[in-house]
């Protein structure tokens, strides 16, 4: 079976993703490599803005339509009660969200052998806008990204050595050149951005693969490795 084009299929009820189209491609063409009858995906950040396909991903919308569809539960972490909130009238009963902090629940984890995939994407990333010289503010974009990489970093610490081999472990908000380049041509001069490549929320992330000598298995607005 073509596990590409049912993936494909698949995503085809939604709108367009943008950039991470691909990543979800690829992401749901691996799990139904795994050809089970029951998944496991826990998320850290839960869906925030009905509707923002473009914007952050929906991706609490669209792993609750694969469990409904392919068998298993979503197990969706973010400490803004009023997050879970929206985000309990968007989805099944088959997404269980927590409130609280997603280190501290990752490290307490019961069922951490047994998780599918791991979808890291709890604390927002910046853009720096090249017209903007305030140094003050640069350096807040600055320490938002560090910020937000590092809390990436720390969810993947407590979790990682009891994740199950097969498991996929990604985040978004992951920044490549090719990203940027295609960004950048269709925003105004004046408002182009001025992030680095490899930075972003995958900052620490793909430092801490590559002293595993881990390859990604998607490297573009989302950064995704296979344990």
Same mark, same amino acid.
């Given at each position: 079976?073509n596990?590409?084009?049912e993936a494909? !299929?698949?995503?085809?009820?939604?709108?367009?993703?943008?950039f991470?189209q691909?990543?979800?491609t690829?992401?749901f063409?691996?799990?139904?490599?795994?050809?089970?009858s029951?998944?496991?995906?826990?998320?850290?950040g839960?869906?925030r803005?009905?509707d923002?396909?473009?914007? !952050?991903g929906?991706s609490?919308?669209i792993?609750?339509?694969? %469990?409904?569809?392919?068998?298993?539960? %979503?197990v969706?972490?973010?400490?803004d009660?009023v997050?879970? !909130?929206?985000?309990k009238?968007l989805v099944?009963d088959?997404?269980?969200?927590i409130?609280?902090?997603s280190?501290?629940f990752?490290d307490?984890?019961?069922?951490k052998q047994?998780?599918?995939?791991l979808?890291?994407?709890?604390?927002?990333?910046s853009f720096?806008?090249t017209?903007?010289?305030?140094?003050?503010?640069?350096?807040?974009y600055y320490?938002?990204n560090h910020?937000?990489?590092?809390h %990436?970093?720390?969810?993947?610490? &407590? %979790?990682?050595t009891?994740?199950p081999?097969?498991?996929?472990v990604l985040?978004d908000?992951?920044?490549t050149q090719s990203?940027?380049?295609?960004?950048?041509k269709n925003m105004?001069s004046?408002a182009?951005?001025?992030?680095? &490549?490899?930075?972003?929320?995958?900052l620490?992330?793909?430092?801490f693969m590559?002293?595993?000598d881990r390859?990604p298995?998607?490297?573009?607005?989302?950064?995704?490795y296979?344990k």
């Open positions: 079976m596990r590409r084009k494909e !299929d698949f995503l085809n009820q939604f709108p367009d993703l943008g991470r691909e990543g979800f690829k992401i063409e691996e799990l139904l490599n795994k050809n089970k029951e998944y496991l995906i826990i998320e850290t839960t869906v803005k009905k923002n396909w473009r914007g !952050d929906q609490t919308r792993f609750d339509k694969f %469990v409904n569809q392919y068998g298993g539960i %979503v969706s972490i973010d400490n009660p997050a879970i !909130d929206l985000a009238n099944s088959k997404v269980h969200f409130t609280g902090d280190v501290r990752l307490k984890c019961p069922f047994e998780i599918d995939l979808y890291l994407d709890s604390y927002d990333s720096h806008p017209n903007d010289t305030d140094e003050s503010k640069i350096r807040e320490k938002q910020l937000s990489a590092l %990436v970093l720390k969810e993947l610490c &407590a %979790v990682w009891s994740l081999d097969g498991c996929l985040t908000d992951n920044v990203l940027l380049d295609r960004f950048n105004d004046s182009k951005y001025e992030y680095q &490549a490899k930075e972003g929320k995958g620490y992330f793909r430092d590559e002293n595993l390859q298995f998607i490297d573009e607005y989302q950064l995704g296979i």
